[in-house]
Structures are given as C-alpha cells and as structure tokens.
C-alpha cells in the first residue's frame, strides 16, 4: 500500500495564479482532510470530507475550494494565490471508529507563493 | 472548539523517560485524546489515543486525568529517533475534526 500520496512535492506561484492540489489514498478510508501548516505552527484543518460526495469547512477555508472525486480523491484548489497562502499542506485520511480512528498523512506539498 | 496547551518544547536525555504534558480543561465528554508526532520534513503520524482510561502500545503510554482536563504522553526509554514535534489533539466525534495545537518539540541529547 502506497498510503496516503501527494502532488506535487514543491511548487512555486505567482501571485493570482490558480493551481489544484492533488491528494490520493488507497486504504479505502471514507473521511479526508486537508491542513496547511505554517512555519513554527501547528496543523490548521482547510477542508475534509466525510465521506465522498460531501465536503465541509474547516478551520481556515477561505482561498481555497475542495472536490471529493471519488473515495480515493481529494483535490485542493486555490483559485487566485496569495502570498499568505505560502505553506506547507497536508493531506490527509481516516475511517472513523472508536477502534480505528487513526489519522494518515501524506508526505505533504510546499507551496511559495511569490 | 476545545483546544489544548502544550510546553513548547522540552528536553530529555537519551535512553531515560520522557513525560509530555497536555492541558485542555474545556474537553467534552465526547472528545478522544489523540497524540501525533511530527518528524521533521514528514507529515505526523499516530502515536496514541484516548478517553478516560490509561492507554499503553509499543510506542508509548497515555495517563489521562481522572478529571480529564490534562494528559500525559509518556516515553518510556528516548532514543535519538523521538526527537520530534508531539502533538496533543481533541478528537470532536460529533463533528469529525481534529484540533492540533503548536505542539512540543522535543530534543533528545545523547
């Protein structure tokens, strides 16, 4: 199992340039996340997915749009970047249960935003 | 939101206990204790979790308050490969989030 995959590894922008995120899991898991994580900072929740074909804000949503593609995929769109969107973002899965409420994470994406 | 407040950082010397505190005196009777590390460069991953009773795995150990306000991660023996970020989370069931603090980076010296 390859787990919790992301693309790209690095990426650089320019202020208003649009790009998507791009997030796959193959542990069959039905609730996803995205995070960004900022220098010195902790992990703040963007979007998740509950389950595919439903999508919810987290705690820092603005900028940004999700779509759940199917149960394996889970995109991140930043529609006209800023500087304040430069950040390390991680995706991430799970299935929820009181047993098995275990977060993966993906190696993550660095995004700079010029 | 319950939140949580951890140390900042702390150290430990190799090879002794490593105790990793944790407040969050707003936890709902509904929330699990989670605890992430975050290597440096990699995306956290799981170390233990929670409610009310102690938990124990191969990675570590987790008290938990009787008043469930505070936490305790414990390390039983540091090695070099546990220097890392330790994140403390509330696990909000009814609303499917995870809420990470800033965490505590903790440095091992050999």
């Known amino acids: 199992n390859a787990g919790v995959t992301q693309t790209p590894k690095f990426q650089v922008l320019k202020t208003g340039q649009s790009m998507t995120l791009q997030c796959a899991q193959d542990?069959?898991?039905?609730?996803m996340y995205w995070y960004r994580q900022d220098p010195g900072m902790g992990l703040r929740l963007i979007y998740y997915?509950?389950?595919?074909?439903?999508?919810d804000k987290g705690e820092v949503p603005n900028g940004y749009n999700v779509s759940r593609l199917n149960k394996r995929e889970f995109s991140l769109r930043l529609e006209s970047a800023a500087p304040s969107q430069t950040s390390v973002y991680f995706c991430a899965s799970t299935e929820i249960g009181r047993n098995t409420d275990t977060q993966y994470f993906g190696p993550g994406t660095r995004l700079t935003v010029l | 939101d319950a939140k949580t407040t951890q140390p900042n950082s702390m150290e430990s010397n190799e090879e002794e206990p490593v105790h990793l505190p944790c407040n969050h005196s707003t936890i709902s009777g509904t929330d699990y204790i989670h605890w992430y590390r975050q290597l440096p460069s990699q995306g956290p991953e799981y170390v233990i979790h929670g409610l009310t009773s102690n938990v124990n795995n191969r990675m570590a150990s987790l008290a938990i308050a009787e008043d469930r306000k505070s936490s305790t991660l414990i390390l039983h023996r540091a090695t070099l490969r546990d220097a890392a970020v330790y994140y403390c989370i509330l696990r909000d069931y009814s609303g499917n989030q995870f809420y990470f603090g800033t965490g505590t980076s903790l440095t091992v010296i050999p």
């Open positions: 542990m069959n898991h039905n609730s």
């Open positions: 997915s509950a389950s595919e074909g439903t999508t």
